[in-house]
């Protein structure tokens, strides 16, 4: 008669396997004493939650810098060890963060962890192909100019599939007036190649001139954010994030 496995998985060590019959058991305390024997690789951080006076001390330029040195950590997949638990507590009455991003709704683009952010840092706003509306222009004066973040970032990405269906002039449900916002993106271009979206050079200039578009947008009907700008209280910029690398690419002009 073969004896029954039980396995305790410890995290951080390999399996424990434990023959569970009559003669020879390992009781729960010899186990929880092993268990506590295991060092703790990782010191999760707990970051104090940004105040007011320090969100207010930051500039454009100092947030813009994080973001790229929190991408830097991803790309070398060096994120910070966060203890979320105690970040959502400490975030619980307040939030000052540091900017907002949009981006596009794409599940392969998580938006803190490629900046390695953590809990009140950072608004993000998510929409397919990531374009403004009244809604999400609503959310960003409240992030700037109610909130105090520093930093609007419109972050487009490679690969788009909401930019691929806008290109081939997709006909679904709501889907189509959604590329309607994306498509004005397509018809900027110019591109002497095969204009579809087979090809990945088109789908890439579209991506970066429906960034750009995003941008042009966002000046154009929030009078807010285009004072706060041309004030120097925030930035508006645009990315690109590459799906094969992880690394994202800041669009200067």
């Given amino acids: 008669m073969k004896t029954p496995i039980k396995i305790i998985l410890l995290f951080g060590i390999a399996p ?29 951080l707990v970051e104090e939650v940004l105040t007011a006076e320090e969100q207010a001390a930051l500039t454009p330029e100092e ?19 966060r203890d979320h638990s105690a970040q959502v507590r400490k975030s619980t009455y307040a939030q000052y963060p540091k900017a907002i991003v949009l981006s596009c709704v794409d599940s392969r683009v998580p938006v803190e962890d490629v900046f390695d952010r953590g809990i009140g840092d950072i608004f993000v706003a998510r929409v397919a192909g990531n374009f403004v509306n009244e809604d999400i222009l609503g959310s960003m004066e409240f992030a700037c100019k109610v909130s105090g973040s520093k930093l609007i970032l419109v972050m487009g990405h490679e690969h788009c599939g909401a930019v691929k269906a806008a290109i081939d002039d997709v006909k679904l449900g709501n889907i189509t007036p959604m590329l309607s916002r994306i498509r004005p993106a397509v018809e900027m271009v110019d591109y002497a190649g095969e204009r579809n979206s087979e090809n990945p050079e088109f789908v890439h200039e579209v991506c970066e001139s429906n960034v750009k578009n995003t941008i042009s947008q966002i000046q154009e009907k929030s009078p807010i954010l285009k004072e706060m700008q041309d004030n120097g209280e925030i930035e508006i910029l645009g990315a690109i994030y590459d799906m094969d690398t992880g690394k994202v690419s800041f669009i200067e002009d």
């Fill in 63 to 81: 947030v813009i810098d994080l973001f790229r040195e929190g991408n830097q950590r991803f790309m070398n997949n060096d994120l910070t060890a």
């Fill in 16 to 44: 424990i396997f434990i023959a569970c019959n009559d003669q020879s058991s390992q009781t729960d305390e010899q186990v929880n004493e092993v268990a506590s024997d295991v060092p703790s690789e990782v010191e999760p």
